[in-house]
């Protein structure tokens, strides 16, 4: 069966390569697929059966390139344990947020405000944004800094760019960001639309019944795998155990080892299994 692309894109190669690690453990339960990277820049003309995945800071310029139903904006979110460790820090400190978008920068701080942490003096500080020397005078008065993974790490605030400006008592809080089980599931949905319009096409020309049983087979297994990519998402967002009632199989599921199904039976999970993703999709 023919495969669909994934790009993962971002503003810049090291944004790309996240959203490409957070799409990994949700494709994981799906070898067949391979996911590459692109800055936004590059994108000119869209590929057919291609998927373009992005950040909702890139979703605007990118709409204006790729049609709608190419294109799966995620909406990124630090896990809990980043707010937690937030939490802790004393009140009254200032603390920094450091991005290379002055928007992101104010949604964190947004997010930490909403969740009660309030009681800290937050300072957004966008290096792409802001002039070089300014962004550098603010990043050695800093004691406590905050940040998504990608910047807060060796590429971007410990590199030789940045690391001279660095208190030797600067303590560093990174976000390991996921997708929202919303906007994950979307794109997910649509994975599992391609999947049932190439399987369709294979069934109209088949006639004999190993013909049959062998497609039938495929869309066990990919039913099987697209179960598992759904409760990846959840896994991610909780960062634990996901609660597989959430998203449970259908109850004729066959069990590994099982006899496979009949095409129609296949088919049939397949759709069940659909629904259900579309449901996570539409949640709020």
Sequence with gaps: MKQPKIIAVGSSPLVAREIATILSPILSPLP??????????????PAKDTFYVCANT?????????????????????TTRFFLDIAKIPAGETVYIFNN????AKLLMQECQ?????????????????????VCQELSRAKWLIGVSPFVG????????????????????????TASVASASRFLAALAHFYQRKLQQEKLPITTSAAKQSLASQTDQLTQQLQQASLEIIKQQINGPA????IAAPANLPKEGAPSPSMSEALKNLNYLVRRIERLAAAK
Excluded: H, W
């Design 154 to 177: 060796k590429e971007i605030l410990f590199s030789d760019r940045y690391r001279s400006y660095l208190r030797p008592d600067l303590k560093v809080i990174p976000g390991r960001r």
């Design 32 to 45: 067949q697929l391979k996911t590459d990277t692109a800055a936004t820049g590059d994108i000119c003309q």
């Design 243 to 246: 609660d597989e009632e959430n």
């Design 114 to 134: 909403e969740l009660g942490i309030d009681r800290l003096n937050f300072r957004p500080l966008a290096f792409e944004e802001m002039p070089e020397e300014t």
């Design 101 to 104: 978008l002055l928007p992101y």
């Design 58 to 78: 890139q979703g605007t310029r990118l709409q204006n390139i790729v049609p709608q139903e190419q294109l799966f904006i995620l909406r990124l979110q630090p």
